[in-house]
């Protein structure tokens, strides 16, 4: 019987083939306490230790001075601060996301609060249907343009103040069921082919003067 010693070798051409272990980037934890606050950056004081160091992308609530942080120590250097653990007194919670942001969410998304606020110096909504439902509203801006193919206004009392209104349309039909009044120093009114008043009573009082013009004047 021979033996074979080919598998040895084999098994050892393996074992050295394979690269050696990769090495992880060493890091450590650490809680400390938010001491300083500036642009560029944020200081913690955790224990004697004392390190300069930036909030990650993934903590939204920007930390403020007092907060009780959680930190990941990456090199001597090099501090990322994670998440804001605590905060005392009544220090705003700011949620602060740099660059461009876009935030997509499958299910429903709800916001609550007391008072809500928006600033933004642009600001685009984007919906297949909206609704707005409100107490008491106000808007205000220095140019309102509201385009559509169909504006419908339901109210009891609508009142504008203007100092210049135009209006153009192709049809204009108006119902009044009540009293229609118009006060003007001057009343103009033009038509193109037939201007008609037609009334039970129709009255034409001029105080000074009314002069009637045609080229036919039929009375009765």
Request: charged share 20%.
């Amino acid at each position: 019987m021979t033996t074979s010693k080919a598998a040895p070798s084999r098994r050892r051409s393996r074992r050295a083939a394979h690269p050696q272990a990769a090495q992880a980037i060493a890091a450590g934890w650490c809680v400390g306490t938010v001491c300083e606050c500036g642009p560029a950056g944020f200081t913690v004081l955790s224990g004697t230790l004392r390190r300069s160091g930036q909030r990650a992308v993934s903590c939204l609530l920007e930390p403020r001075a007092g907060d009780s942080v959680a930190c990941l120590q990456v090199a001597p250097d090099e501090l990322w601060i994670l998440a804001v653990l605590q905060r005392e007194g009544e220090t705003p919670h700011v949620l602060q996301l740099r660059g461009d942001t876009q935030l997509q969410v499958d299910g429903r998304l709800s916001l609550a609060a007391p008072q809500l606020c928006m600033r933004s110096d642009q600001l685009e909504v984007r919906a297949r249907e909206a609704r707005v439902a409100l107490d008491s509203a106000e808007l205000t801006g220095r140019h309102l343009s509201v385009v559509g193919s169909v504006v419908k206004l339901v109210g009891s009392v609508l009142s504008t103040v203007m100092d210049r209104v135009s209006h153009y349309s192709r049809h204009h039909v108006r119902t009044t069921e009540g009293t229609d009044r118009v006060a003007a120093t001057h009343v103009e009114c033009e038509a193109r082919q037939l201007l008609r008043l037609s009334g039970e009573h129709t009255l034409v009082n001029g105080e000074k003067l009314v002069k009637t013009r045609g080229g036919q004047i039929h009375f009765g």
